[in-house]
């Protein structure tokens, strides 16, 4: 079982930065592509950002293009998600999940283990 805690998220003025960080304690961290998901109320949850576990390329929701990158420690089991130039329309909890192996990492589905979610407000 792998086990992912997110943390970082809060309350934000519109414009402002978040660094949200998940962690996992599983030493075979760098094997596993890694995403983030936001779910805002009333909504589906939808894809944010992606970082494959292999050379590390990365994909962005076009929603956050320019505004958010996705990055990992292998050394410290953490990925990252760095959040500029906040809107209110990004208020979501954030979920990070994993798997080896993925396909299109766009799709929830094709993610099998996940955290429990941080919430990230951005105030107008």
């Known amino acids: 079982q792998v086990q992912l805690v997110e943390s970082g998220g809060g309350l934000v003025q519109a414009g402002g930065s978040l660094r949200l960080s998940c962690a996992t304690s599983r030493r075979t961290f760098s094997r596993y592509d890694m995403g983030w998901f936001r779910q805002a109320p009333g909504k589906e949850r939808e894809f944010v950002a992606a970082i494959r576990s292999i050379g590390s390329s990365t994909h962005l929701a076009d929603s956050v293009k320019g505004r958010f990158t996705i990055s990992r420690d292998n050394a410290k089991n953490t990925v990252y998600l760095q959040m500029n130039s906040l809107k209110p329309e990004d208020t979501a909890v954030y979920y990070c999940?994993?798997?080896?192996?993925?396909?299109?990492?766009?799709?929830?589905?094709?993610?099998?283990?996940w955290g429990q979610g941080t919430q990230v407000t951005v105030s107008s």
């Open positions: 999940a994993s798997n080896t192996g993925i396909v299109d990492v766009t799709t929830e589905s094709a993610y099998v283990y």
